[in-house]
Structure formats: structure tokens, C-alpha cells
């Protein structure tokens, strides 16, 4: 009888340790009572009747991801392409999302699919290229009414790649390596253009300072000649005060005037004009030369032997 009660009561602790239910943050269990929905757990230790209550679905709560297969749509100008997108969406009932639909991600899929067809049908093929984010937008829009009765909540959806038939993709291609090859001439073209600026600019900074530097020597040597010249004039006007200064008679100032005549007769000019003072000078030189001169002649006359 004691292994009886003993094996009872184990069965007994089997049974409620296997009725206690753990949930884990960021999940809720549904939970049926004779098959029916009974409630939602959310985080936290909840306990099952035995064979009344069980679990009949773990719902995650996270955001999730799902990526689907390539999916062929035309566009307004008859262009075929393979379209994939990324989902993301999150639970939000979770009661709906146990019992508003079977394989409710298979159902996503589809719609998805449906509403690209749909949007793209009414884009051609230059503006499906280059609208993504206007087509992100209407399918997130689209899913998302469609999928609250379902406990869904669509957050966005992305195009993760747009593939053109292989002609079209050559096209684009070759397009694209033309532009590519245009804008590295413009490129080239643009550095030659500054290299010639730059070569420009350094041949008008050299012929600007070539140009200081004569300048610069023109002054230094008007500022030369301009010293030169008021050296001697105050040379000049330094001797004419010491000359006033000594106060000399008029035969210094006649032997100075009789000197200047000198260097002025040495020039080569061929025409000098005398003032009248110098003539009479010189007047009265020669006839003073004469006077020296004449007893020399006398003497030699009077040696002169008598003819026979």
C-alpha cells in the first residue's frame, strides 16, 4: 500500500510540474479549454487544467522578417520582371493571428505578390527603376489594412531587387558604361582646363614679377641718379659757401672763371660762347704774353750777327 500512494504522488507532482507553463518575455501562449480559445498568457507562470486546457499556439511578438521568393510582374509597356521583396511585420493579436487565417505567412505572401502586380502593371519600366520608394510605400499601405484581421501589423516592405530581362540589362549596361566613360572625359577635361588655368596664372605671377623687378631696378637707379645728383649739387653749393664764406678778391674770381673757360674749351663743342668779362681777360692775357715775350725777341736781335 505505501508504493501505491508513493507512485500516486509522484504522478501526481509528473502532472503538475507538466501543467506549470513558463512564458517567456516577448511571447503569449493561446490557450483552448475542450477545444475552444479560453484566453492569452502573456509573460509570466500560468498552470493548465489537466486533459481540459492545452497551449494551442506560441505567438512570438517581435518584429519579424520575412524574405520571399522572385515574383514575375509586367509593367505598363509589357516589360517582364522578376521582383523579390523583404516584409516586415509584427503581431499584434495574437488570437486573430491563431484563428484569422491559415498560414497566415503563406497568405502574406501572396497578397504581396498581388498588390506588386498590381502596382507595377500601372508603372513602366523606367519608373519602376527609379520608384522604389513610392512602390514600398503603396504595398506597405495595402498590406497593412489588409492584414489588422488577421492580428498582423505590416510595418514596411522593400524591394530588394528589381531584375530586367537580360536584353535590358545589357542595354542598361552598356548606358551606364557610356556615362561612366563620359563622365571621366568631362573629368579629364576638367583637369586639363585647370592645369591650363593653373599654367596661366603662373606665367602672368612670373611676367608680373619681372616686370616689379625692372621696375623696382628703374626706381633704384632714378633713386640713384637722383642722389648722385643732389650729392653734387650740394657738393656744389657747399663749395659756393665756403667760397662766399672766404670772401676771395677779384683776381680768384677771375682765375676761377679763367678755369671754367679751360674745361669748357676742352669739350667738344664747336661753338662756345664767351661772356665779355673772359674776352677782356683774354685780351689782357695775350697782350701780358706779349709784354714777356718782346725782350726775348729784342735780345735775340741784338745778338744777330751784322752782315758783311
Request: hydrophobic fraction near 45%.
Amino acid at each position: 500500500m505505501p508504493y501505491v500512494l508513493l507512485l500516486l504522488f509522484l504522478i501526481l507532482m509528473v502532472m503538475v510540474v507538466l501543467n506549470i507553463k513558463i512564458v517567456p518575455q516577448a511571447t503569449v501562449f493561446v490557450v483552448e479549454r475542450m477545444g475552444a480559445y479560453q484566453a492569452t498568457w502573456e509573460t509570466g507562470v500560468h498552470f493548465t487544467i489537466p486533459f481540459v486546457d492545452r497551449v494551442a499556439k506560441k505567438v512570438s511578438l517581435k518584429e519579424q522578417v520575412v524574405d520571399f521568393n522572385p515574383q514575375p510582374v509586367i509593367t505598363k509597356d509589357n516589360v517582364t520582371m522578376q521582383i523579390d521583396t523583404v516584409v516586415f511585420y509584427q503581431i499584434t493579436d495574437a488570437k486573430l493571428f491563431a484563428y484569422g487565417v491559415e498560414r497566415p505567412i503563406a497568405a502574406i505572401e501572396h497578397l504581396t505578390a498581388t498588390t506588386l502586380r498590381n502596382i507595377i502593371g500601372e508603372l513602366e519600366l523606367d519608373n519602376t527603376l527609379t520608384s522604389r520608394d513610392v512602390i514600398n510605400t503603396k504595398i506597405t499601405a495595402t498590406l497593412d489594412v489588409a492584414t489588422d484581421k488577421w492580428g498582423i501589423k505590416v510595418n514596411r516592405v522593400e524591394l530588394k531587387n528589381i531584375i530586367p530581362p537580360r536584353e535590358i540589362q545589357d542595354a542598361m549596361e552598356r548606358q551606364m558604361k557610356a556615362e561612366r566613360e563620359k563622365r571621366e572625359s568631362v573629368l579629364r577635361a576638367e583637369g586639363e582646363k585647370r592645369s591650363q588655368i593653373l599654367v596661366a596664372e603662373g606665367e602672368k605671377e612670373s611676367a608680373i614679377l619681372r616686370a616689379e623687378a625692372v621696375r623696382e631696378q628703374k626706381i633704384r637707379e632714378a633713386q640713384g641718379e637722383a642722389e648722385a645728383i643732389m650729392m653734387v649739387q650740394k657738393a656744389l653749393a657747399d663749395s659756393i659757401k665756403l667760397l662766399n664764406e672766404a670772401n676771395p678778391s677779384s683776381a680768384v674770381l677771375t682765375i676761377k672763371s679763367l678755369e671754367a673757360f679751360q674745361k669748357a674749351a676742352d669739350g667738344k663743342a664747336t661753338k662756345i660762347i664767351i661772356p665779355s668779362e673772359i674776352q677782356s681777360l683774354a685780351g689782357l692775357a695775350t697782350s701780358f704774353k706779349e709784354v714777356m715775350t718782346e725782350p726775348q725777341a729784342v735780345e735775340l736781335e741784338g745778338n744777330k750777327p751784322s752782315e758783311m
